[in-house]
């Protein structure tokens, strides 16, 4: 079971990934209702990946990324900027969502300009550090 959990997280980050995209596609033309329900379904599933996350490593510990030299420092700057930025993802995620349930648009609307270029960065970086993890 645990084999398959890194490939179960690459998809539930790129279903983050797309869902974001489709989220601000849909406020952008006014469909506040549909940006709504497919934001929250970017969240279910983020909360989702990090579960998946924490048990794989919980289990596995550290995986060391096995090639050197160029590919090896272009992957420790994609893993430091993806870590340190998912860091940040559950709490701007949190406050972005609180203040529109909230109905405090203005607010989520702030923030909102921060929470999603750095959830996607994360969510598609996810996928790229998988790959050059278990697939190089």
Avoid: D
Avoid at 124 to 135: A, E, Q, S
């Amino acid at each position: 079971m645990t084999a398959i959990l890194p490939s179960i997280n690459a998809c539930l980050n790129a279903s983050a990934a797309i869902l974001l995209v489709a989220g601000y596609l849909l406020v952008r033309s006014g469909r506040k209702r549909a940006h709504r329900r497919v934001m929250t379904a970017a969240f279910v599933v983020s909360c989702l990946f990090l579960i998946c996350y924490l048990v794989y490593h919980a289990q596995v510990g550290s995986v060391r990324f096995p090639h050197t030299g160029a590919l090896r420092a272009l992957y420790l700057s994609i893993l430091g900027t993806h870590t340190v930025l998912a860091a940040a993802v559950p709490v701007l995620a949190i406050v972005t969502l609180r203040r529109a349930v909230a109905g405090r648009y203005e607010a989520h609307r702030r923030i909102a300009r921060w929470t999603l270029p750095i959830w996607l960065y994360v969510s598609v970086t996810g996928v790229i550090v998988y790959l050059m993890l278990y697939h190089m």
